[in-house]
């Protein structure tokens, strides 16, 4: 027999999962054991593997991706196109997120007296200053920021590596490219061999997720969740989509020859679960891997649209809850605000929540509606990683074609190969 192809083994999953979890709900007798003991745990074991795998690969790539090309300057060159774009297109993510909030003003008529709101503790802390904030990112020791998975600190140490061994002569910096390339290669294997679990891990959180909530828990915010999503489609299908045309690329085409790794990324809600993926389709489709291996993990710190439209909308949301009035100059301040605690965030289930907090604790709006949101934020969640993917998968087309590298594809036909 013919094997099933991956997206529709997830399909399947995640289908499975909203069934179970949908029987479980309504029939609550065994709904907690088993959603803590069977459902939960299938699915935190795909996200502990796929984290387990995504910061050596992160560590590889932005070496190779540096040390690759042998030249720090056509690095720095290439660095500051991708900051430019990013830090343009999280900004248009956020003001586009901001007017739909105004236009279809979510928080407003919604009576807050009647829901249960979880308690959620938040830590808040006073504003930093910039040199600070450099500060935390430069790591003491990175073994210890590899452990404990920070991003920015292990992408500026690969930095410094990748660019000391550029300084390097040749003779002497190659046994070291030698290994970490061999290291990732192993790593991309490892990932193969994760990728066939992936179907049990999604049935195992989406039916967790299902079997808590359930379907009339959403009914009370169905309108804050059908303003992220309008808002995710019109960003997809007119920002990255007019990208797209520029590029001479078809999002439709690319939506197709992504479509595994967005399924997974709305299934799971993680986005560095599809990452590895995500590199290999686009060295295959023929970006080069020095700009592969640079801007895909950058923009998985500093690119995050999905994640940058939710921060808008929710802060307004929270805003218009609590009868509180922004002016014009005071949402522009926000944009500000927000273009700076969106950049760092992991690509792990839920982050956005704590950037939201740092927001809303920035702009003295209350807390509380943090609580609201974190009720459904799992299926939000599903849909802003899913444009966080696909806005990283576009970032590396934008860069090569800044850098004027001809594509050269080496795509099979079955893959589908965009127009």
Same mark, same amino acid.
């Given at each position: 027999?013919?094997? &099933?192809?991956?997206?529709? $083994? ?19 007798? %065994? ?10 745990? #299938? ?23 540096? +040390? ?56 808040? =802390? ?8 450099? $500060? ?44 970490? $390339? ?28 299902? /079997?808590?909530?359930?379907? +009339? @828990? ?28 520029? #590029? ?18 709305? @299934?799971?809600?993680?986005?560095? /679960?599809?990452?590895?993926? #995500? ?20 923009? %998985? ?12 909308? +929710? ?66 969640? @599903? ?10 998968? &576009? ?10 590298? =001809? ?13």
């Amino acid at each position: 027999m013919k094997r &099933i192809p991956l997206v529709w $083994q997830i399909v399947a999953g995640l289908l499975l999962g909203v069934l179970v979890g949908w029987y479980l709900n309504n029939h609550p007798l %065994y709904q907690q054991w088993v959603s803590a003991e069977i459902l939960k745990p #299938l699915g935190d074991i795909f996200i502990r593997m796929m984290k387990m795998v995504v910061v050596p690969i992160v560590f590889c790539c932005m070496i190779l991706g540096i +040390a690759g090309g042998g030249d720090n300057t056509s690095f720095g060159r290439m660095g500051a196109k991708a900051m430019a774009y990013f830090f343009a297109i999280t900004s248009l993510a956020i003001v586009l997120g901001l007017c739909l909030a105004n236009l279809f003003e979510p928080g407003v008529g919604t009576d807050i007296s009647g829901m249960t709101t979880a308690t959620v503790a938040l830590k808040t =802390e006073p504003s930093k200053g910039a040199l600070v904030i450099v $500060q935390n990112i430069v790591p003491d020791n990175i073994f210890v920021a590899l452990t404990e998975a920070k991003l920015l600190s292990i992408l500026f140490f690969s930095v410094l590596l990748g660019m000391a061994l550029n300084a390097l002569p040749r003779e002497r910096s190659a046994p070291v490219i030698t290994v970490v $390339q061999g290291l990732s290669d192993a790593m991309f294997k490892v990932v193969s061999f994760v990728m066939v679990y992936a179907p049990i891990g999604v049935f195992g959180m989406i039916g967790a997720t299902v /079997a808590t909530f359930g379907f +009339a @828990s959403l009914l009370p915010l169905l309108k804050l969740i059908a303003v992220v999503y309008l808002a995710l489609v019109m960003f997809a299908l007119v920002v990255l989509g007019g990208i797209c045309y520029w #590029l001479g690329e078809n999002i439709f085409a690319l939506i197709r020859y992504f479509r595994d790794e967005l399924i997974l990324a709305f @299934s799971s809600a993680a986005s560095a /679960a599809v990452m590895p993926q #995500l590199m290999n389709k686009l060295e295959a489709y023929g970006v080069p891997r020095r700009i592969v291996s640079f801007v895909v993990p950058v923009g %998985y710190a500093f690119n995050l649209d999905g994640a940058s439209i939710f921060l808008g909308v +929710a802060t307004l949301f929270v805003a218009q809850l609590y009868g509180i009035d922004l002016s014009l100059s005071q949402q522009v301040l926000l944009v500000v605000t927000m273009v700076l605690t969106s950049k760092g965030a992991a690509g792990v289930p839920g982050f956005a929540i704590i950037i939201l907090s740092a927001t809303l604790a920035s702009a003295g709006l209350p807390l509380e509606g943090v609580a609201l949101i974190a009720g459904i934020f799992r299926i939000i969640d @599903s849909g802003t990683t899913t444009l966080n993917v696909l806005g990283n998968a &576009i970032a590396p087309l934008v860069i090569a074609r800044w850098e004027k590298v =001809e594509l050269v594809r080496n795509v099979p036909e079955k893959t589908g190969q965009p127009g």
